[in-house]
């Protein structure tokens, strides 16, 4: 992957895009255990297969959702967060 | 230099995910240490085809946690009769390593290291600009006036370099003359668990060639810990990035020691052969791959030649990558799992080479006892869950 396409920008180098890591449900802090505030701080999903990541285009500052696979670093599409239906 | 066993025997006493240093390492260590020969290492690929032929060989103890100090200190103890045991060169080469600061925070930060080396017995000492130039005369320490200059280094003078895949070799003609069963091109398919009194335990391995059953399975798989604790139903925080390096051609000898820089994301070394062995830092974002990249030469050669400008004609041979299991603290995961039996040696991230012999040493000894090597107390797998975390700012190829 040399390229990606940022849904502002169009496709850019990918060195002008930052990794944000993927994108993962916060528990309540409030109401959540000890133990599955642990689980989300700390363990990620680490088998390789389809993800949903943040990423950014630093350049604009543009924040988005990228869907790639990470065994084979291919990006089935980027959007911008609210297109995907959770804002 | 090996048996090569025909097939998978039905049952084995302990069986090794894993046929890279670390498995071998602790299979050796099974039968010399504790009589247990009835071993098996299953192993997809090839012998030492994993990270432990992929890194640059470096072995160093100057760490800055005292557990991190004590366990490599160990290490490099056990590094110098391998050799002797294994009756193999190992072309370990005592070098003495320099971690170079271009700055006052890192000057604080060789200091800190200084002092908790020393405090627990490691030769370990910070030295000025002057004393590294006399070490390496070729270095330009004004890095050519585009990055700031060398102020000053963490000098280790046990630092040293050795022929990493002769260590797989080694420790695995040893553990195969002591009766262990080494089986390449096997896949482990799945781990089998079944209901126990303190929840659920191991009780046999699945492969490509078959079914074993098994009470103990020890994991010692760089780049594949998530996928081999999935089928155990264990989630670990482990997070996969590549880490690349590459070689130069060979050139006559002009360095000696080791050559290490944060702020410039570089290190290397001359082999035997005379080749420039150089890595950087991790692949920026996660993938489970090997491929190597352009960008990775590109910037690598570019802090290369600000400290040795002289290079720039040097041709690089060849550039190659491995998966390293990254942690949140930079300290591995050893130790014993929630699932009985289940034993893993993982989250090696970019310093699992240098700590191959005592990872074999603590892991043989907790599987054969059950109960974990003091050595390896800060390590464990539930440390997470504590919040009790081991933060080894002194890894390499990380920012800190």
Not at chain 1, 35 to 59: I, M, P, Q
Not at chain 2, 3 to 27: E, F, S
Not at chain 2, 333 to 345: K, S
Request: hydrophobic share 40%.
């Amino acid at each position: 992957m040399k390229i990606l396409v940022c849904p502002i920008n169009g496709p850019r180098s990918i060195s002008e895009f930052a990794y944000g890591g993927e994108i993962r449900p916060m528990p309540d802090p409030a109401t959540t255990s000890d133990g599955d505030w642990a689980r989300y701080v700390f363990n990620r999903s680490g088998v390789a297969g389809v993800k949903l990541e943040w990423w950014c285009h630093t350049a604009s500052g543009v924040w988005f959702v990228a869907e790639r696979d990470t065994a084979t670093d291919t990006v089935l599409q980027t959007y911008l967060y609210d297109a995907a239906g959770r804002s | 230099m090996f048996t090569v066993p025909d097939r998978l025997k039905p049952t084995y006493d302990v069986v090794i995910i894993g046929a890279g240093g670390h498995g071998l390492a602790a299979a050796y260590y099974l039968a010399r240490d504790h009589g247990i020969h009835n071993v098996a290492v299953l192993e997809r690929g090839y012998i030492g085809g994993g990270n432990t032929g992929r890194n640059t060989t470096i072995i160093r103890s100057n760490y800055l946690t005292p557990e991190g100090v004590k366990f490599y200190d160990e290490s490099v103890r056990l590094w110098q009769d391998l050799a002797q045991d294994f009756d193999l060169n190992l072309f370990y080469s005592t070098r003495g390593h320099f971690t170079l600061a271009h700055t006052d925070a890192s000057m604080r930060t060789m200091r800190w290291r200084a002092e908790v080396n020393k405090h627990y017995g490691v030769d370990s000492e910070v030295v000025d600009a002057q004393e590294v130039q006399r070490a390496v005369p070729m270095m330009d320490i004004r890095c050519g006036g585009h990055s700031p200059p060398v102020l000053g280094a963490l000098y280790h003078a046990p630092g040293a370099i050795a022929r990493h895949d002769a260590v797989a070799w080694g420790y695995g003609r040893g553990a195969d003359r002591r009766g262990v069963e080494i089986h390449q091109n096997t896949e482990v398919l799945s781990i089998d668990t079944e209901e126990c009194e303190s929840g659920r335990a191991v009780v046999g391995v699945t492969t490509n060639r078959g079914r074993i059953s098994t009470r103990k399975v020890l994991c010692a798989v760089a780049g594949s810990t998530p996928g081999m604790l999935k089928m155990v139903g264990l989630s670990s925080p482990i997070y996969i990035h590549p880490l690349q390096a590459m070689v130069s051609e060979p050139v006559k000898p002009w360095l000696d020691p080791v050559i290490v820089s944060g702020s410039l994301h570089v290190y290397v070394s001359q082999s035997a052969r005379g080749e420039l062995v150089m890595g950087a830092s991790l692949d920026p974002y996660e993938l489970h791959s090997t491929r190597s990249t352009l960008d990775f030469v590109e910037s690598l050669s570019a802090h290369m030649l600000e400290l040795f400008p002289f290079l720039s004609d040097v041709r690089v041979m060849r550039q190659w990558a491995g998966m390293a299991d990254m942690t949140p603290d930079f300290s591995p995961i050893m130790g014993l799992t929630p699932v009985a039996g289940f034993y893993i040696d993982a989250g090696w991230g970019t310093w699992g080479f240098k700590a191959t012999p005592v990872c074999g040493k603590t892991m043989s000894h907790t599987v054969a006892t059950n109960r974990t090597h003091p050595l390896i107390d800060a390590f464990g797998y539930d440390r997470f869950s504590r919040f009790e975390l081991t933060g080894e700012k002194g890894a390499a190829s990380v920012g800190h």
